[in-house]
């Protein structure tokens, strides 16, 4: 398996919970995409792997199966699922001036059972690497049991090749 993740085709179908996330936080969308890695240092991958954690230990995952409403969890006390687990991820991470196009969310479906699933793809130029809520440790990507789908480019979902 390819050790990053390339993006594709456009998706031909809206997400209507992506339209909504994208109208209440504009600034959480990339303005302009440029395929871009960076070189994290151990103080970059220790910030990062912080608020992996920190979201992963003190927010509860609950699925909102009714209305997929995608957010950002404002408290650590805050439920929510797979999407506002990497919505809130994103959101931090952005706000210690890293680039958001070197922190894309993927839309994937894990091959245990099928659902379909959000992760956080981490561009470095040594490879992708996937925070998840599931499994626990920021790992490259060819260590999950997932056929990734679609990332986000900017305000757009593209197929992964």
């Known amino acids: 398996m390819s050790q990053i993740l390339n993006p594709g085709f456009a998706m031909s179908q809206r997400l209507p919970q992506f339209d909504d996330f994208k109208a209440r936080y504009p600034d959480q969308i990339a303005s302009k995409f440029e395929e871009e890695r960076f070189n994290p240092s151990d103080a970059d991958w220790f910030l990062i792997t912080s608020i992996h954690y920190a979201i992963n230990d003190c927010c509860a995952y609950q699925t909102d199966m009714d209305k997929d409403f995608w957010r950002i969890m404002i408290n650590l006390a805050d439920t929510g699922d797979c999407e506002d687990f990497v919505f809130t991820k994103r ?7 890293f680039s958001l ?9 894990r091959k245990l059972n099928g659902d379909t699933h959000m992760v956080l793809c981490i561009r470095t130029i ?4 996937i925070s998840d809520n599931i499994l626990k440790p920021i790992m ?15 305000d757009t979902w593209r197929g992964v090749l």
Do not use: A, Q, S, W
């Open 101 to 109: 196009n070197c922190f894309v969310p993927v839309i994937c479906e």
């Open 91 to 97: 959101f931090l991470i952005d706000k210690t001036g």
């Open 126 to 129: 040594n490879g992708d690497f």
């Open 140 to 154: 490259k990507i060819d260590h999950f049991n997932y056929k990734y789908r679609y990332m986000l480019i900017n």
